[in-house]
């Protein structure tokens, strides 16, 4: 069964068609134009949609650096889905994703759905200290305030952060893909680390599904400070091989750390499975300063030649996101496909 990477369900399924809304209509932005593409071509080879390209606009930044977007394609009565990942340029790109929904808002799209594989400020999801904002639910309130019907994202830093969001959505995983990666290889003596006390619960999932034990790096952050200090192991890793598991990279600060703990304590090979990478030269120099076996994450980011190792994988998320918006315009469960 030739199955979506990271799914349930075969890639080509006879079903009937069920289309609730209009015709459906694939706008991607600037942010990553490489996964948009692929996400198009992949919702291509559904029977029915072999018609479906991305749709057309103009983008100008002036001088004073206001960004126009104009439609070349119109979406009157069309399901709208709007790819846009919120990568470096993180600021420029999130205003593109609002201009543009307002402008699909305006000529009259008949649903617009946001596709975001990486929710910028998804961090910042709690009022942890006095005086500070709670960054995620403004974002929330922008997407919707701009007039998107629905949005899809990919691992959230944090679950709660649904329920920032008023208008209803998609909250997908790549997990499955990862693990399902990971478990191909089969490594043998494996166990599970989680790189810090707040992804225990994913990292039990990801050991259930390898069928391995687990193991804890507890850490302490200070403040604002990115560079996270590792304390101790909860577990044992000694003369086993260990599977790093983390949602996002940023600065690698708690990668080496993770990594230097479980060494210490008597590791054997190293291999590294997080989802978002949002690439710095400072997380490359870090990546690069530790003998990792093998470095496993998606495409939710565009990630800069400069920036890429020899062991490092990427997966990709295309498959699903289009299984995804073909569900979501169908009316069809996006549950099943992965058994929930």
């Known amino acids: ?8 369900i075969d890639r080509y399924e006879d079903r009937e068609s069920r289309m609730r809304f209009g015709k459906m209509k694939i706008f991607c932005g600037s942010s990553h134009p490489t996964l948009g593409e692929e996400v198009c071509q992949q919702v291509g080879l559904r029977p029915g949609y072999e018609d479906i390209s991305l749709g057309r606009y103009e983008r100008t930044v002036f001088s004073n650096e206001n960004i126009f977007v104009k ?8 399901d709208v889905y709007l790819i846009q990942t919120m990568s470096s ?8 994703a609002l201009i543009m929904i307002d402008a699909l808002k305006r000529d009259s799209a008949w649903r617009i ?3 975001v594989p990486y929710l910028a400020y998804s961090r910042s999801d709690k009022k942890d ?12 309130n922008m997407i919707e305030t701009a007039g ?7 691992d959230l830093h944090s679950g709660q952060i649904q329920g920032f969001f008023n208008i209803p959505g998609d909250s997908l995983t790549a997990f499955h893909l990862l693990s399902e990666y990971v478990k191909g290889k089969n490594l043998e003596n494996l166990v599970v680390v989680a790189t810090d006390l707040g992804f225990v619960k994913d990292a039990r999932n990801w050991a259930e599904a390898l069928g391995v034990p687990i193991a804890i790096v507890e850490k302490r952050r200070s403040g604002n400070d990115e ?3 590792a304390m101790s192991l909860i577990g044992d890793v000694r003369d086993k091989n260990v599977l790093l598991v983390d949602d996002e990279v940023n600065t690698g600060g708690s990668i080496v750390n993770a990594y230097n703990v479980v060494k210490q304590h008597g590791a054997l ?3 590294f499975a997080f989802s978002h990478a949002f690439f710095s030269e400072k997380s490359k120099e870090r990546l690069a300063s530790i003998d990792l076996k093998e470095i496993i994450f998606t495409n939710t980011l565009p990630v800069k030649p400069k920036y890429m190792l020899p062991n490092m994988t990427i997966l990709s998320v295309a498959p699903m996101l289009a299984e995804v918006m073909i569900r979501a315009h169908e009316g069809r469960s996006v549950g099943e496909l992965f058994d929930e």
């Open 71 to 78: 439609l070349d394609d119109s979406v009157r009565g069309k």
């Open 227 to 229: 560079n996270a200090v």
């Open 113 to 115: 759905n946001l596709v």
């Open 1 to 8: 069964m030739d199955r979506v990477p990271g799914t349930k």
């Open 129 to 140: 200290q006095p005086r500070v904002p709670i960054t995620a639910r403004l974002m929330a």
């Open 269 to 271: 090979d190293v291999s």
């Open 148 to 154: 998107a019907d629905r949005y899809m994202t990919i």
């Open 89 to 96: 340029p993180i600021h420029e790109n999130i205003m593109e």
